[in-house]
């Protein structure tokens, strides 16, 4: 970072790097742990609701199917767990301009909406197979404490780290505009 960019700038810049990047683990394990069991649950409640196609499986297809879904579930949260880790690693870009112009995606892919959207491979196999899709309606259909971080700390924590990046962006351009350009150096020319 250029000189004379204000310390309690980047003492709040540091602080809220260090919030988000807490939160973001907590959201990141819960997706981890528990967001396959809550998608198989529901399609276990999806299967279930159905007792005439379910009836008309053998155990080895149900099994099959069982495993076919658990598969995707487990894919699907484990590429979004993957994304998360990226982005998370993100944060720590000392170029301030560029992490600037990542906010908006990045606030983006933390969403109830984003996270819930893993259960669109298990959907379309319950559906192939003639069973309703199903559907998670909010963070605690997963977990509580998931809910708790998505909604309402990681929301605080990455609107202040959001304003302190901006503000560090803006300082940055300013202090690199007013910077003087060194003269070029003469060569020696030696005959």
Same mark, same amino acid.
Request: proline fraction near 5%; aromatic fraction near 4%.
């Given at each position: =970072? @250029? +000189?004379? !960019?204000?310390?309690? /700038? ?27 069991? %809550?998608? =198989? ?6 299967? #279930?609701?159905? @007792? ?6 053998? #155990? ?7 495993? $076919? ?7 699907? %949260?484990?590429? /979004? ?14 170029? =301030? *301009?560029?992490?600037?112009? +990542?906010?908006?995606? !990045?606030?983006? /892919?933390?969403? &109830?909406?984003?996270? %819930?959207? *893993? ?13 309703? @899709?199903?559907?998670?309606?909010? @963070?605690?259909?997963?977990? +509580?404490? /998931? ?6 700390? &990681? ?9 302190? *990046?901006?503000?560090? %962006? ?7 505009? $007013? ?13």
């Amino acid at each position: =970072m @250029p +000189d004379g !960019i204000d310390p309690a /700038l980047t003492k709040t810049l540091v602080e809220a790097e260090g919030d988000v990047a807490r939160h973001g683990v907590v959201i990141l394990r819960t997706i981890e742990t528990e967001l396959v069991p %809550a998608i =198989m649950a529901e399609a276990r409640d999806s299967i #279930e609701s159905s @007792p005439r196609k379910l009836s008309k499986l053998s #155990e080895e297809e149900l099994d099959d199917l069982v495993d $076919s879904l658990r598969k995707a579930a487990t894919k699907a %949260a484990k590429d /979004l767990r993957k994304l998360y880790t990226r982005v998370l690693t993100k944060l720590g870009n000392e170029d =301030m *301009v560029e992490l600037e112009q +990542d906010l908006e995606g !990045i606030g983006q /892919l933390f969403k &109830w909406s984003r996270i %819930a959207s *893993v259960a669109g491979p298990v959907n379309e196999i319950l559906e192939e197979k003639g069973f309703p @899709p199903i559907e998670l309606s909010g @963070p605690a259909d997963v977990a +509580d404490n /998931l809910a708790v971080e998505l909604e309402e700390k &990681w929301q605080g924590a990455f609107s202040r780290f959001s304003d302190a *990046v901006t503000l560090l %962006a803006q300082e940055n351009r300013k202090a690199e505009s $007013s910077e003087p350009v060194p003269a070029k150096k003469r060569k020696n020319k030696r005959k």
